[in-house]
């Protein structure tokens, strides 16, 4: 009697335990796992500001994937035909600045006038006078294109 007992005690435990076990996945609670998205396409940086007389701008940016930069003075001056240094580099770790890689002398246009293949990492462009730009400043804009 006592065997049976014990028999019965134990089905019923075997039962409640595979009761909790369920495929069932209607419950109300439920987990979603995300993934974080990655870039999928470039990133377009914009500033403005003035630069004045034997001035520097510098704007750093992070490229996330290795990939191609470029880098257009969209609109300078007055006058709007001013011829400034555009130059793209990597941020200079022992001083404030940017170390340049290439540059060129240009008046704003339609079409980037600088582009670079880069690494991931962090960079920065530098607008600068030539001795063109004149007391009262220029005003500027440049658009980067990075990934």
């Not at 510098?58 to 709007?80: D, K, R, W, Y």
């Not at 130059?87 to 340049?100: Q, T």
């Not at 006078?129 to 990934?147: K, L, Q, W």
């Amino acid at each position: 009697m006592r065997t049976l007992f014990w028999v019965v005690v134990l089905a019923c435990l075997a039962s409640f335990t595979l009761a909790g076990c369920s495929n069932d996945n209607s419950s109300s609670s439920s987990v979603t796992t995300t993934t974080p998205s990655t870039p999928t396409g470039p990133v377009t940086d914009k500033f403005a500001s003035i630069i004045y007389p034997q001035d520097v701008i510098t704007h750093s940016f992070s490229a996330s994937t290795a990939g191609t930069v470029t880098v257009q003075l969209t609109n300078a001056g007055p006058p709007a035909d001013v011829t400034l240094g555009l130059g793209i580099g990597v941020p200079n770790p022992n001083a404030p600045g940017c170390s340049l890689l290439t540059a060129v002398n240009t008046a704003a246009g339609a079409a980037p006038q600088l582009t670079a293949t880069v690494d991931i990492g962090t960079f920065c462009v530098s607008l600068f006078d030539i001795g063109n730009a004149i007391p009262a400043g220029e005003s500027f804009s440049i658009t980067i294109v990075h990934p």
